[in-house]
């Protein structure tokens, strides 16, 4: 059985390049993360460098050392390929979204999912109508920036008025969601994360 010695060397260069990024990232030295994961600080210095092949524990140590999944040391080392998307102004997938006496337009503006992470983005457009807007419970983090009219917006038991201009961030996990439109129109963007 033979090895590729030039493809080792890539997931190599590749685990140490993820490796000092994730700890420059946490502001701390080399030396301070080989001791938070019990490995000494000149194999730190050789895995980042790209000059060993570390074993599992090893990788494992440090993962936890640094409070990330041991699967983020491993980030770069899939093929080249990325999805790429450009939206041009006033493009985008238009969708109506119909519930119980109340409808909206969105636009889909990106979705992206990879194997630790879905991402997406929506223009919403609300109008003042019988119906109540739809509340939500999902995952990850949310952000909504508000840029035309005034609504007010409910997260768990909290409620906010939000105008033009403002943004908002929270936890997905709560119920969430716009529970009034109080000028005629509301526009807003929406970008969602979630690990997968």
Same mark, same amino acid.
Do not use: C
């Given at each position: 059985m033979s090895v590729d010695i030039q493809a080792t060397n890539a997931t190599d260069l590749a685990i140490g390049t993820a490796l000092r990024a994730l700890r420059e990232a946490r502001g701390m030295t080399?030396?301070? &993360?080989? %001791?938070?994961a019990d490995v000494s600080p000149a194999m730190v210095s050789r895995i980042e460098n790209g000059q060993v092949s570390p *074993?599992?524990?090893? &990788? *494992?140590? &440090? *993962?936890?050392? %640094?409070?990330?999944?041991l699967v983020s040391l491993f980030r770069d080392t899939a093929s080249g390929h990325s999805d790429f998307t450009h939206v041009k102004q006033g493009e985008g997938l238009k969708s109506t979204r119909l519930i119980e006496g109340h409808s909206h337009e969105f636009t889909n503006l990106a979705l992206h999912a990879r194997r630790d992470l879905r991402f997406e983005a929506h223009m919403v457009t609300l109008l003042r109508q019988s119906g109540k807007p739809p509340s939500y419970v999902g995952h990850g983090v949310l952000f909504i920036h508000l840029k035309q009219g005034e609504g007010r917006y409910r997260y768990g038991q909290h409620e906010v008025v939000l105008k033009e201009g403002d943004s908002l961030s929270l936890d997905a996990e709560l119920s969430h969601g716009f529970v009034e439109v109080i000028s005629d129109k509301l526009v807003f963007l929406s970008v969602q994360a979630a690990q997968r």
């Amino acid at each position: 059985m033979s090895v590729d010695i030039q493809a080792t060397n890539a997931t190599d260069l590749a685990i140490g390049t993820a490796l000092r990024a994730l700890r420059e990232a946490r502001g701390m030295t080399a030396r301070q &993360l080989a %001791l938070d994961a019990d490995v000494s600080p000149a194999m730190v210095s050789r895995i980042e460098n790209g000059q060993v092949s570390p *074993s599992i524990s090893t &990788l *494992s140590a &440090l *993962s936890a050392a %640094l409070e990330v999944p041991l699967v983020s040391l491993f980030r770069d080392t899939a093929s080249g390929h990325s999805d790429f998307t450009h939206v041009k102004q006033g493009e985008g997938l238009k969708s109506t979204r119909l519930i119980e006496g109340h409808s909206h337009e969105f636009t889909n503006l990106a979705l992206h999912a990879r194997r630790d992470l879905r991402f997406e983005a929506h223009m919403v457009t609300l109008l003042r109508q019988s119906g109540k807007p739809p509340s939500y419970v999902g995952h990850g983090v949310l952000f909504i920036h508000l840029k035309q009219g005034e609504g007010r917006y409910r997260y768990g038991q909290h409620e906010v008025v939000l105008k033009e201009g403002d943004s908002l961030s929270l936890d997905a996990e709560l119920s969430h969601g716009f529970v009034e439109v109080i000028s005629d129109k509301l526009v807003f963007l929406s970008v969602q994360a979630a690990q997968r």
